[in-house]
């Protein structure tokens, strides 16, 4: 088994995934070319896409890298290279949005197969009076999936809040 | 308050033999495992709930004669005959038929526990209301309450809309499941006085608050009618938030989102005191957050094996990213 050492955050454009990653880590996020090989298809096909990156380190110096997504694309080619010393996904919703849930199962559809061997914690970011979806709402969409994963109401600007992310994410692959 | 007695089933097993006490060894380990606690008490025959031994031997009848009326006596015989509290096997008993016996009498003995400690807590509780009994009320009668203590703004609680609407903050409302019950002001309203009272306050899900109630006022006693034994599991995760972040409840959510368990099972698996497993069932099952019965399978979960390498990198992890540090 590959050394596990990334955390992914993934959601739409705005949903506060660069904003999450500053917010716990030891350095400003930055810019960074993620090569992407798609063996999946018989034409190998590597892409190179954009992601957010910087990291966390712990108390023996190890270091534990954290990606965002780039825009809005497909990222179903990418779930291999994730899944390659992927922790879990956090994966942040913002709810002023004209379709959140839609959103929601968009991501999870895409990184299905990550999710079926990783553990998935949702954020629901950006809440406020004209919210289209209660949090009930999303927690009823993930048992209609068959997916009971952590789903929260944050602020991708709060520290403690994205820690409470991936706290609960740990707790998921441990018991 | 009080607190939850575990049924155990404790027997004694006088002058049984090494063979017979073997296979009721390995019975009483393996009934462990499902939470079916009996205990093999040293030598006291009087205590024990049941007697175990073999009616053929020297000492058989003499046993039985001493024994308690309302002792069940668990005899091995070659020729077996049942009578009031007399329970007979074969010999050599066999393994699983004594496991079988063993688990009914545990069943039959938990549920007359939790039958009376259901009487005595309605007894007790009768008169003594709790913030979250009283939420848990407005919910299911669908009531309109206005609730008030020192140092925290009125609360008006709406059980037909499930919201609450008030002008204090989650700082302030900490007061009203700190304080004794006996120094809040709960009255009933109209509707029509609700919804005077509750004009132009902000609205926040009376989930929210309800759920903090149940883990902060339930006091490690179960709801009544409910059971201990019962197999439940999560229909979704509590919408934790930092600010009544304990980090046991992720456990214990991780736990009960995965598979389903009995809360028995679950203070086991998680290694968390009973009562602290009782305060967030009752939270769960108040905000309908609990599946029980049909709607549940039993199929067990695919067992997840975490290397040590990777558990104590997470913990490592969760470490770093521990709240407010
Ligand atoms: N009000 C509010 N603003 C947020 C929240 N999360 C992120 N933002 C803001 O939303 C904007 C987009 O966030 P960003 O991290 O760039 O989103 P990204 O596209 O997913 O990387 C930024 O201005 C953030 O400050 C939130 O939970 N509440
Ligand atoms: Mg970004």
């Known amino acids: 088994m590959p050394m596990l050492d990334k955390i992914i955050f993934t959601g739409p454009v705005g949903a506060g995934k660069t904003t999450a990653i500053a917010a716990i880590s030891d350095a400003p996020p930055v810019s960074t070319d993620v090569r992407c090989t798609d063996d999946t298809i018989k034409m190998k096909n590597t892409t190179t896409v954009a992601m957010d990156y910087s990291y966390i380190s712990l108390d023996d110096g190890a270091r534990i890298h954290l990606y965002g997504t780039p825009g809005q694309e497909r990222f179903n080619f990418m779930w291999k290279i994730l899944a390659r010393g992927g922790i879990g996904l956090v994966l942040l919703v913002n709810r002023d949005n004209a379709d959140p849930l839609g959103n929601m199962e968009f991501y999870l559809d895409e990184f299905d197969e990550f999710a079926r061997n990783h553990a998935v914690v949702i954020g629901v970011t950006r809440s406020g009076v004209l919210d289209q979806a209660s949090i009930a709402d999303f927690q009823q969409r993930l048992y209609e999936r068959k997916q009971i994963f952590p789903v929260f109401e944050v602020d991708a600007r709060n520290s403690d809040d994205i820690k409470l992310l991936v706290q609960a994410l740990l707790a998921s692959l441990q018991h | 308050m009080m607190t939850i007695r575990l049924p155990e089933l404790q027997l004694a097993a006088p002058f049984l033999g090494m063979h017979e006490k073997g296979i009721l060894a390995t019975a009483i380990k393996k009934l462990a495992q499902d939470g079916v606690r009996v205990r093999l008490l040293p030598g006291s025959l009087r205590e024990a709930h049941l007697l175990v031994f073999d009616l053929d031997s020297k000492y058989g009848q003499q046993i039985l004669k001493v024994s308690r009326a309302g002792q069940v006596k668990l005899v091995f015989a070659e020729q077996p005959n049942h009578g009031t ?30 039958e009376q400690q259901a009487a005595t807590a309605t007894a007790a509780t009768a008169g003594t209301q709790t913030l979250f009994s009283v939420l848990l009320s407005a919910k299911e009668q669908g009531e309109y309450l206005r609730i008030q203590a020192t140092g925290c703004p009125v609360v008006y609680v709406d059980g037909v809309q499930r919201v609450i609407a008030t002008a204090a903050t989650s700082g302030t409302l900490r007061k009203l499941y700190t304080v004794p019950f006996e120094e809040l002001r709960v009255q009933i309203l109209t509707r029509a006085d609700y919804a005077n009272a509750s004009q132009g306050l902000l609205l926040s899900p009376l989930y929210s608050l309800l759920w903090t109630a149940g883990v902060e006022c339930s006091g490690g006693v179960l709801l009544p009618g409910h059971n201990a034994y019962q197999a439940v599991k999560l229909r979704a995760w509590p919408n934790f938030s930092r600010d009544n972040f304990v980090a046991s409840h992720l456990k214990i959510a991780a736990a009960l989102a995965r598979q389903p368990l009995n809360l028995i099972k679950l203070a086991e698996l998680t290694q968390l005191p009973f009562e602290a497993i009782v305060n967030f069932y009752n939270a769960s099952y108040a905000v309908d957050l609990i599946d029980a019965g049909d709607k549940i399978s039993a199929a067990e979960p695919e067992q997840r094996s975490v290397s040590d ?16 540090g």
């Open chain 2, 85 to 114: 509290n007399l329970i007979a096997l074969a010999k050599p008993p066999a393994p699983a038929a004594l496991c079988d016996v063993l688990r009914r009498l545990f069943s039959k003995m938990a549920a007359q526990l939790a």
């Open chain 2, 309 to 324: 390498e990777a558990r104590s990198l997470f913990s490592r992890i969760a470490q770093r990213l521990s709240l407010r």
